[in-house]
């Protein structure tokens, strides 16, 4: 006979088993279902996370076009600074430029300028021009509003020409390594900006390396970006071939809040006597007028790369020939010189009195055109000014070309928007002029422009 608790023991067994039968039914009925739905849940779950990381980018991407578009605004407002002052400060430094030049002209015949004074002061006016005049020249660069001429050029050649004059003013414990994995680098640009992009980051890399010394890694690559290439949307570049020219230091580095401020004009982490700022605002510029771009990465203590992309020209001759003539062409040829600065006008005027011509002085635009319009076959040529009241040059220049039509016309200016060397040539004139001009360029321009 089983006793009480065998009972209970088997009564508990069957409601397990009972209670096992249902999970199992359960579980066998729903299980289907509930994988369909795990299924489910883990894949809103991916979604979801997809979701956020492309909404993180977003955020960046938006991010870094905001800071994109505050530079682009800030160069702009540069931009308009520098062309508001650029044509009154080219016009002080023709007068100065011109004046000084007239007397060394004047100096006492067989001066030893070893031994006078005057002569070695007046050198030293026309030098510092010289500074002023580029400085404008870097402003107006940096803010993308001064135009070089461009032509076919192979650019390790030209970076390879820059690095031999830049070596003479670096420390031996100083090395450069170059490295040029392809040799078909034509790019369409100026030897000249050129050469100051390798001068200026040379200059900085030698700063950035201090008494110590250390690596200047320069290197060309040939890229190609492709339309769904990343670096087409984030460097905001066409697509297209590429050469990207390398300038890497082991130096120093820079904080995270130094580069961003590092094209800004007159930033310098340099001593006050050592640096105005302007040499990678400059650089920037010169990158951005070639269609280009510059991007910076540093670290304190693992040095500093620039990067720079060109675009490539492809099956284009790089050769170019350029002559220049040392002595100072003269002429007999008769002048109407416009410019409303009296001061300016005066002092042309005599440099091309100087020169041999016979010049007829205008400070007056309309004055001008009346005395032109009285007896065109007085002269030979016309020399204006851009910007003047009641009449610019460009229109000055078309009322007379109508008056005759194959009379040479040399337009000038200090700086313009309303004009540049295109738009002049389509109007007629033969030779667009940016102030101040030294005397032998004076010459030159005036030559040309008479026998052309």
């Given at each position: 006979m089983k006793k009480p608790s065998d009972h209970e023991a088997t009564r508990e067994q069957l409601r397990q088993s009972i209670i096992g039968l249902g999970e199992r039914s359960i579980r066998k009925s729903y299980y289907p279902e509930l994988q369909q739905r795990i299924a489910e849940l883990e894949r809103s779950n991916r979604e979801l996370q997809e979701e956020i990381a492309e909404r993180i980018e977003a955020q960046a991407s938006a991010k870094k076009l905001a800071q994109q578009l505050q530079q682009s605004q800030k160069m702009e407002a540069i931009g308009t600074l520098a062309g508001g002052i650029a044509h009154d400060f080219n016009n002080i430094l023709s007068a100065i430029i011109g004046y000084t030049e007239l007397a060394q002209l004047h100096m006492i015949t067989g001066c030893d300028r070893k031994q006078c004074p005057a002569a070695g002061d007046l050198d030293r006016v026309l030098f510092a021009s010289e500074r002023a005049k580029e400085l404008v020249r870097q402003i107006l660069t940096f803010s993308r509003q001064?135009?070089?001429?461009?032509?076919?050029?192979?650019?390790?050649?030209?970076?390879?020409?820059?690095?031999?004059?830049?070596?003479?003013?670096?420390?031996?414990?100083?090395?450069?390594?170059?490295?040029?994995?392809?040799?078909?680098?034509?790019?369409?640009?100026?030897?000249?900006?050129?050469?100051?992009?390798?001068?200026?980051?040379?200059?900085?890399?030698?700063?950035?390396?201090?008494?110590?010394?250390?690596?200047?890694?320069?290197?060309?690559?040939?890229?190609e970006i492709e339309p769904i290439d990343a670096k087409s949307k984030n460097l905001q570049l066409a697509p297209g071939p590429y050469l990207l020219l390398k300038f890497c230091?082991?130096?120093?580095?820079?904080?995270?809040?130094?580069?961003?401020?590092?094209?800004?004009?007159y930033f310098t982490t340099k001593p006050k006597d050592q640096g105005t700022g302007m040499g990678l605002a400059v650089v920037h510029g010169i990158v951005k007028s070639h269609g280009g771009l510059i991007t910076v990465y540093s670290e304190p203590g693992k040095g500093t790369s620039f990067l720079m992309y060109f675009p490539q020209l492809v099956d284009l001759p790089a050769e170019q020939s350029l002559t220049f003539s040392r002595k100072i062409p003269t002429g007999t040829e008769r002048i109407l010189l416009v410019d409303d600065e009296a001061l300016i006008a005066q002092m042309q005027g005599r440099v091309l009195e100087s020169l041999g011509y016979t010049v007829t002085v205008e400070t007056d635009p309309l004055q001008a055109l009346e005395t032109f319009s009285a007896g065109p076959s007085a002269y030979d040529l016309i020399i204006t000014d851009m910007t003047m009241p009641r009449m610019n040059g460009a229109d000055l220049t078309q009322r007379i070309l109508r008056i005759q039509a194959d009379i040479p016309v040399i337009l000038c200016t200090g700086f313009s928007e309303l004009i540049n060397e295109s738009k002049a040539r389509a109007i007629g004139v033969k030779s667009f002029a940016m102030k101040p001009l030294v005397r032998k360029t004076i010459a030159e321009i005036v030559r040309k422009a008479l026998e052309s």
């Open positions: 001064q135009d070089y001429e461009r032509s076919p050029l192979q650019l390790n050649q030209v970076v390879t020409d820059a690095l031999g004059l830049l070596r003479s003013s670096l420390p031996q414990s100083m090395e450069i390594r170059t490295k040029f994995d392809t040799d078909d680098t034509l790019i369409l640009g100026n030897a000249t900006q050129i050469h100051q992009i390798v001068m200026n980051l040379g200059t900085n890399a030698k700063h950035a390396l201090g008494k110590s010394g250390g690596v200047l890694a320069v290197e060309i690559n040939r890229i230091d082991n130096g120093c580095g820079m904080e995270r809040a130094m580069l961003d401020r590092i094209f800004d004009p």
